[in-house]
Nanobody
Framework: QVPLVESGGGLVQPGGSLKLSCAPS????????AAWYRQAPGKQREMVAN???????NYIDSVKGRFTMSRGNARSTVYLQMNNLKPEDTAVYHCYAEDILGLGSWGQGTQVTVSS
């Protein structure tokens, strides 16, 4: 599998915003379906949002209305816009994406820290 490259994490105050990006290394495949996962210290990894091949998105309840997942027109990149961030959103965020053959790849993760 081709690794995914994530960016956009960082330190932000509560109520702030960040936008995460994820793309296959070298933009070598078009993203069909994708998801963002996060893992906080001492907790299990959870899926935060996903996008289907038709562009439908789904979110866990705790981020509905605050996070928006989208995909670039060329299907080369997926994004996670995170608004009104809360300390409980602090985690390492990982991207997962599949190509047209259903082969999946993961990113290395990007740290999001929400703290005053």
């Amino acid at each position: 599998q081709v690794p995914l490259v994530e960016s956009g994490g960082g330190l932000v105050q509560p109520g702030g915003s960040l936008k995460l990006s994820c793309a296959p290394s070298g933009n070598i495949f078009a993203i069909q379906v994708a998801a963002w996962y996060r893992q906080a210290p001492g907790k299990q990894r959870e899926m935060v949002a996903n996008i289907t091949d038709t562009g439908r998105t789904n979110y866990i309840d705790s981020v509905k209305g605050r996070f928006t997942m989208s995909r670039g027109n060329a299907r080369s990149t997926v994004y996670l816009q995170m608004n009104n961030l809360k300390p409980e959103d602090t985690a390492v965020y990982h991207c997962y994406a599949e190509d047209i053959l259903g082969l999946g790849s993961w990113g290395q993760g990007t740290q999001v820290t929400v703290s005053s």
